[in-house]
């Protein structure tokens, strides 16, 4: 058990306060900035591909985490982001400023949807949200002289300031880079003002307004900080997958994304990325799976599905907090190591809680 | 996702040089048509909206139910060979349990969790529930025989397929049924009140979860009864719980609050469907969507309102 002594104004407001907090993150940056010299090209694209979806789903846990809007079609931004990304560059502009395009332009659509999804009220949003990413799906097809349609668009090479980045090593190192600078700025929204309306109109609406947070403003900002992010997470994505078709972008991506922050953890950016680990593990642990079960059970179709389902409701109806819930509960009880007891930690039973107005 | 896109049954060619206005006849045919799909769709919606005015639940999976519904009476049906209506009843029944079984072991527990969580808990039983067709009837398409399968002609313009009549006769009498139970009996009355304020329901003696979830398994069996009527005109296999999607697109179009506003939204996202995959082949299968987005940002609460500011 480590008590925290103020012994400066600072110490309010620093981010990583616990020694055990600084030792932990620091071991992680340096393992991750070993990874090229430990890791083979493969498991390193993977390790990359594992950060983008780490800041796709920071995007995404901006919004339906810590806003408290569902979003069931946030591959949509995703897509945006890197078809904005792949025909900017196909068109010679450079790599940083369509980046800084690419990230604007998906937080302007992630804010004309804001304003519309503002005046929505709870599950109209998810809904209107997933007809949106059927739609922008089906633009992505259907619009073949600017996105190649079911034919797919190529992505160009990875060049930035001039210097090409063909290399594993060197793409992880810029996945690498772009994922700690957005941990940070997310870590840090949600200690200013606007941030903190974030969460306030996540928590009630009503109560929020009432102390003077407007909420339909802070609803789109969230829907463009967040739309941002994800945009970010897409052009990067574009990078690893260097062919784009629309079916990426569909439904069951934003399922995907959906999953990983339900699973990590809701309403924390560690847990987004416990939840991108969590989704990137999946695939593997589920070929596994198939190897060791017999095979009338394992060769069975509909298995994938089955489990991916099966996980969503076993983590919401035990565990709401997800990984990241866990991992909460298994620093405390090596923090407070002999008295961590089994009514530690309690979940409490609650009425409905509702903001329903029809 | 294609899948999400299928719907109504065969339509008539488009003429590839130039779109011409239809014939008559084959207006009223596509009118009729989308009339009883959208019907189809009314059903499922009218689960939806029991379901959200008991709970505050928006079952993503309600689609499921009527596929599930659908296969049951199949099952029943076929495998069983114990003829239409029989199969058509149990069937139904036997998913009402699943619904009711849903409420009371699963739903329950998690009252008090954030929409976000419960909207992706619904989610997930989607996937539960296709997974587990898949397993149980196979995952090819199957098709039901339906004492359905006859043509009723309407002066000499044009003829219809009985399975659409049907659709619409049996959406009338379960609404008119739905509306019966609700205002006249005890049940129905006590369901209002839980839905109204549960605490108070509960205070006055009204066994407020088990009525909970027997809206569950009402909404079910509606959704179940919707599956066994579609079959005809759309065959049978896993993915047509995906229709449920666009039945939601409905009831928002109309009004989630309202019965009949969520009936009409479903009819008229029916009606408009064919004639938009007709004259607007590139938003095809996706019309549905672009209507109810059109409403939502013009209309945030639809077409038909019923709401009330929320004291605090």
């Given amino acids: ?358 | 996702m294609r899948a999400m896109c299928r719907g109504h049954g065969p339509l008539p060619q488009p003429p590839t040089e130039e779109k011409v206005l239809l014939p008559l006849n084959d207006v009223i045919h596509l009118a009729i048509t989308g009339i009883a799909q959208g019907c189809a769709y009314g059903l499922i919606a009218l689960g939806f909206v029991l379901i959200y005015k008991a709970t505050e639940v928006v079952n993503f999976a309600h689609g499921e139910f009527m596929m599930l519904g659908a296969f049951a009476v199949l099952t029943f049906s076929e495998v069983l060979g114990w003829g239409f209506w029989p199969a058509f009843v149990l069937g139904c029944l036997s998913i009402a349990a699943v619904g009711y079984l849903v409420d009371a072991q699963i739903m329950r527990r998690i009252i008090g969790e954030s929409q976000a969580s419960i909207f992706i808990l619904t989610v997930a039983f989607g996937f539960i529930f296709r997974a587990l067709a898949g397993m149980m009837f196979g995952w090819n398409t199957r098709s039901l025989d339906t004492p359905f399968d006859g043509k009723i002609a309407i002066g000499n313009l044009v003829e219809i397929n009985s399975d659409r009549v049907a659709i619409i006769i049996a959406t009338v009498l379960l609404v008119g049924a739905i509306y019966l139970f609700f205002g006249r009996t005890r049940y129905g009355v006590a369901m209002q009140a839980a839905s109204q304020n549960q605490l108070a329901a509960f205070y006055m003696g009204i066994p407020v979860k088990r009525l909970v979830s027997l809206t569950w398994a009402i909404g079910a069996f509606i959704a179940a009864a919707a599956g066994a009527l579609l079959a005809p005109m759309t065959q049978i296999d896993t993915t047509i719980g995906l229709l449920g999607i666009k039945a939601l697109a409905g009831a928002i179009v109309g009004g989630f609050g309202s019965i009949p506003g969520a009936l009409l939204g479903c009819i008229l996202i029916g009606v408009i469907e064919p004639f938009a995959d007709y004259y607007l082949p590139g938003i095809k299968g996706v019309s549905a969507y672009v209507v109810m987005l059109v409403v939502l940002f013009v209309r945030p609460e639809g077409l038909i309102v019923q709401t009330y500011q929320k004291k605090v």
């Fill in chain 1, 1 to 358: 058990m480590q008590f925290l002594f103020k012994t400066a104004y600072t110490d309010d407001i620093r981010f990583l306060a616990r020694t055990g907090e600084k030792i932990r993150v620091a071991l992680v940056v340096i393992l991750l900035l070993a990874a090229p010299f430990m890791l083979q090209d493969y498991y390193l694209a993977e390790l990359g591909l594992l950060l983008v979806y780490a800041i796709a789903g920071i995007g995404l846990m901006t919004l339906t985490g810590h806003t408290g809007l569902v979003s069931f079609g946030h591959a949509a931004f995703l897509g945006i982001g890197a078809y904005t990304h792949s025909i900017l560059l196909s068109k010679g502009v450079p790599f940083t400023i369509s980046l800084l395009i690419t990230v604007s332009f998906s937080a302007a659509v992630g804010m004309l949807i804001g304003r519309s999804a503002s005046k929505m009220f709870g599950f109209y949003m998810a809904i209107a949200t997933l007809a949106f990413g059927i739609l922008i799906e089906t633009v992505f097809g259907e619009w073949s002289s600017l996105t190649g349609g079911h034919q797919g668009l190529a992505v160009p090479d990875l060049i930035v300031f001039g210097l090409p980045l063909a290399k594993a090593w060197q793409q992880y190192y810029l996945d690498l880079v772009l994922t700690l600078l957005v941990i940070w700025g997310a870590s840090n929204l949600f200690r200013t003002p606007t941030g903190r309306s974030f969460l306030a109109v996540r928590d009630s609406e009503l109560s929020a307004r009432c102390l003077g947070v407007n909420v339909e403003w802070a609803k789109i900002q969230a829907f463009g900080v967040s739309a941002a992010i994800t945009g970010l997470a897409g052009a990067l994505l574009a990078h690893h997958l260097s062919y784009l078709v629309p079916e990426v972008f569909g439904v069951l991506e934003s399922l995907k994304l959906m999953l990983m922050i339900v699973v990590g953890g809701m309403g924390s950016i560690l847990g987004a990325v416990f939840g991108a680990i969590f989704v990137s593990i999946l695939p593997v642990a589920l070929s596994f799976l198939k190897d060791v079960l017999p095979a009338s059970i394992g060769q069975t179709a509909g298995l994938e599905p089955l489990l991916f389902g099966l996980i969503i409701v076993i983590v919401i109806v035990f565990e709401p907090l997800g990984i990241y819930g866990r991992w909460m509960k298994l620093r405390f009880f090596f923090e407070s190591f002999p008295y961590y007891r089994k009514s530690s930690y309690v979940r409490q039973k609650s009425y409905l809680k509702t903001d329903r107005m029809r």
